[in-house]
């Protein structure tokens, strides 16, 4: 749903020209004509000072009942109040109010059947000592752009649905009818979907037409009609049921029903469900919360109805009594005594004798008036659009294409089989020259063979000679070389052995002299120790004699 913030995002407006082409004024224009005075919003207010203060007997109640709810009776009233102060304690006032714009006409109800219409006051717009005067130059407004939006919308939904030409030609109000490019006709689908319908019907009918020409002539074509007038002719019927049997697939046509005139005879179902949808709800609307002077009639009956409780019944009336002289009536506010316009919510607006409260008190009509547009027509109208826009969108409203695949004209099918025989000829002539040059490549191919063959084996003669010859050679040089080798090994072996001999004669000769060089040493050790020994012995007998 549109969101508080967004006031005037108007989606009954917006639907009700989608879905009938009727152009209604912007909702934030409708009250701009429907001015009294200080710019209170449709109704004129003159606050009064009484002369005296004086009881209320309920008289001046009765508007509340000849204004009930949508019967709106009585545009001339007064709401009576007390304030704090003056000579006798408290001071009368009364507000006097003169509503502007339409009321009930010969018992009927204003909703839907008023059309805009001007008024004009003989008294003056702005008020003099506390009183409006007679004048040439009153208060005049109008409801026209009211009555367009209220019940001009309303009824373009009624000409869609009930008539047959819809809202071709459709006006409210005074205004020029719809422009006929603009205005909606619902068997405008059924038409355009009879004429799917009719044409999807040809084409499948065609087929069998087709079917039978083509069957006479030949299934194929010959060629021996290619580039001729028979091959143009059979081109002519085949191409004529191929194209046939395109645009029937494409709109699926089935006997006399097509997939576009299904699409489109649903299109117009929906949105006439959409549209009667809008149209129940405003119905009701209409009638009974469509006038706004009902929400005005509404908010000062509330405010009425407060000041009677806290401000008319909270006041003590004391006679004081002056003996021959008589007496005078004091009056004493209670402790719940207002005199502020308060609403049946707790909302205050402001001292009642202020015009400025009385502005205020008409904004919030309005408002009221606003709200129910929005919850009764717009919230509604938007979920319609969407239901509309979905129903119409891509994945549901499908009307597929039509085309002609692979168009190509008669002149184009003789090029072609004049082009196919040059074509088929080149192909046979190309055959045979491929076939002598496959027959002389395998001749060639066998010369080659066996060609190869020979100078093979000629090699191979050659090989196995050459490598006798070889190997002749090499095991005669392996004979000598071995022989050599034995020589060389014997010679060098005697060598070794003699080289050996000598060796180990001057080894033992040498090994002869150093074991005589070893026991002269040893003989030359043994003569020393006894030398030593002898010269020991003869120490110690010295010694022993010295004892």
């Given at each position: 749903m549109a969101d508080d913030s967004t006031e005037y995002a108007d989606y009954w407006l917006k639907a009700v020209r989608l879905f009938t082409g009727y152009e209604a004024p912007?909702?934030?224009?409708?009250?701009?004509?429907?001015?009294?005075?200080?710019?209170?919003?449709?109704?004129?207010?003159?606050?009064?000072?009484?002369?005296?203060?004086?009881?209320?007997?309920?008289?001046?109640?009765?508007?509340?009942?000849e204004n009930a709810g949508w019967d709106i009776q009585n545009?001339?009233?007064?709401?009576?109040?007390?304030?704090?102060g003056g000579s006798e304690g408290v001071t009368y006032y009364k507000a006097r109010f003169t509503l502007?714009?339409?009321?009930?006409?010969?018992g009927k109800p204003v909703g839907g059947e008023v059309v805009g219409s001007e008024g004009k006051s003989h008294y003056g717009k702005e008020l003099e000592d506390g009183h409006f005067k007679p004048s040439d130059d009153g208060t005049v407004w109008n409801t026209f752009n009211l009555t367009k939006y209220s019940y001009g919308t309303g009824h373009a939904l009624?000409?869609?649905?009930?008539?047959?030409?819809?809202?071709?030609?459709?006006?409210?109000?005074?205004?020029p009818p719809i422009e006929i490019g603009k205005g909606v006709r619902l068997k405008s689908f059924d038409m355009v979907?009879?004429?799917?319908?009719?044409?999807?019907?040809?084409?499948?009918?065609?087929?069998?037409?087709?079917?039978?020409?083509?069957?006479?002539?030949?299934?194929?074509?010959?060629?021996a009609w290619l580039g001729q007038a028979a091959g143009v002719f059979w081109d002519l019927i085949h191409e004529l049921r191929r194209r046939y049997d395109h645009y029937a697939d494409d709109m699926e046509a089935v006997g006399g029903v097509s997939k576009q005139g299904k699409a489109m005879r649903q299109a117009g179902k929906d949105l006439r469900t959409q549209a009667q949808n809008l149209k129940n709800k405003w119905d009701y609307w209409n009638v009974y919360e469509g006038n706004p002077l009902r929400w005005l009639v509404d908010l000062l009956s509330e405010i009425a109805n407060k000041s009677w409780y806290n401000n008319l019944t909270q006041v003590d009336a004391d006679y004081e009594y002056y003996g021959e002289a008589g007496g005078a009536w004091n009056y004493t506010p209670r402790g719940g005594f207002t005199s502020q316009a308060t609403d049946a919510h707790g909302k205050t607006?402001?001292?009642?004798?202020?015009?400025?409260?009385?502005?205020?008190?008409?904004?919030?009509?309005?408002?009221?008036?606003?709200?129910?547009?929005?919850?009764?027509?717009?919230?509604?109208?938007?979920?319609?659009?969407?239901?509309?826009?979905?129903?119409?969108?891509?994945?549901t409203f499908d009307l597929g294409s039509i085309s002609t695949k692979g168009d190509k004209g008669i002149g184009d099918s003789f090029k072609e089989d004049k082009a196919d025989k040059a074509i088929k000829d080149a192909e046979e002539k190309a055959a045979k020259e491929k076939a002598e040059a496959e027959a002389k490549y395998e001749k060639d191919k066998k010369e080659a063979e066996d060609k190869a063959a020979k100078e093979k084996a000629e090699a191979e003669a050659k090989y196995e000679k050459d490598k006798k010859e070889a190997e002749d050679k090499a095991a005669k040089e392996k004979a000598e070389a071995e022989a050599k080798y034995d020589k060389e090994k014997k010679e060098a072996e005697e060598?070794?052995?003699?080289?050996?001999?000598?060796?180990?004669?001057?080894?033992?000769?040498?090994?002869?002299?150093?074991?005589?060089?070893?026991?002269?040493?040893?003989?030359?050790?043994?003569?020393?120790?006894?030398?030593?020994?002898?010269k020991q012995a003869e120490a110690e007998a010295k010694q022993e004699q010295i004892r």
């Open positions: 912007a909702r934030n224009t409708l009250f701009d004509e429907i001015i009294g005075n200080h710019g209170i919003k449709q109704m004129k207010v003159e606050v009064t000072k009484q002369g005296s203060v004086d009881s209320v007997t309920g008289e001046e109640y009765d508007w509340m009942v545009t001339d009233f007064v709401i009576p109040f007390y304030t704090r502007l714009g339409a009321k009930i006409a010969d009624s000409d869609l649905l009930e008539k047959d030409n819809g809202t071709l030609g459709y006006s409210w109000g005074g205004e979907a009879d004429s799917f319908d009719r044409v999807a019907k040809f084409f499948w009918d065609s087929k069998t037409t087709m079917d039978d020409w083509q069957n006479r002539v030949s299934s194929s074509p010959n060629d607006y402001g001292e009642m004798t202020e015009l400025d409260t009385w502005k205020a008190v008409g904004e919030e009509a309005v408002k009221r008036w606003e709200t129910s547009v929005k919850e009764k027509l717009s919230d509604p109208a938007e979920d319609a659009l969407k239901a509309l826009a979905l129903a119409w969108g891509s994945s060598k070794a052995a003699k080289e050996k001999a000598e060796a180990e004669a001057k080894q033992a000769e040498m090994e002869a002299k150093q074991e005589a060089k070893e026991k002269e040493q040893e003989a030359k050790q043994e003569a020393k120790e006894k030398e030593q020994e002898a």
